[in-house]
């Protein structure tokens, strides 16, 4: 019987030290890509696939997501006053993408461990899951790309990507099996393995399609060296229970996590934008 994709799972617990002093008081899904906080791409990414039932998990520090995704009727009365309404409809439409519901990962102790507080909110469907850190700019949107691969098999999927022998010991990297365009069996799964250790140069980017089974074994995997409990593990198990599959993502993943990546998404998505593009295109170029 097939299962329908409902509900996502958004991890926001991290303390975003790679952005350091910037994040100090501010949530790193809250630093803005060009006109919006990343996290705003993600949970419209959700939307478009028409998932909205959306439950990101937060950690202390991350008041400043819930509120930005709440009504702000002091602001919304000003720009009434103002009678600035197309900023007011901006405003507007953020507060009314959707309902979303928190819950708090109360220590650091990875994703797979993000994952598992989700348990009884998600019970027993599949279930989408975004890294707030990987922005994809695509004509379909990546989510949508691994749930045509879900319908199609029913299974977990993973979103890949190539990744070069200098940066394939940051990925959790796939042993795969072609078995489409683009598409594979998931025959194994190595987190971040050294570069001549690596099963191919397919490496995991964040976007997950997930089956309840998980939350059976995420209680077995045991904390890594970093004392962290990587979902990685947990879908390596899964894949010796039942096929687990992986799609070639297309479209353009922009690491916001990463100092350079985050510039170029900031960048790329200002050009692409109608109003300033032209205008920024040509200051870079004078520049």
Known sequence: MERLIRKAVIPCAGLGTRFLPA???????MLPVFDRPAIQYIIEEALSARID???LVTGRGKQAIENHFDKSFELEHYLKQKKQFRLLKNVENISDLTDIFYIRQKEPLGLGHAI????????NEP?????????????QPAISQLIEVYNKYQG???AVEEVSKEFISQYGVIKPKQIGDGVYIVEDIIEKPAA?????NLGVVGRYILVPEIFNLLPKVKKGQNGEIQLTDAIRLLAKKMPVYAVKIKGK?????????????SIEYALRDKEIGAKLKNYITKL
């Open 23 to 29: 994040t100090k008081a501010q949530p790193k899904e």
């Open 53 to 55: 039932n959306i439950v």
């Open 116 to 123: 598992n507080c989700t348990r009884n909110y998600i019970s």
């Open 127 to 139: 279930f989408a899951v975004f890294l707030a850190d990987d922005l994809i700019y695509s004509s």
């Open 156 to 158: 977990a999927v993973l």
């Open 196 to 200: 001549a250790a690596a099963p191919s």
């Open 253 to 265: 993943r922009y690491d916001t996590g990463d100092k350079l990546g985050y510039m170029k998404a």
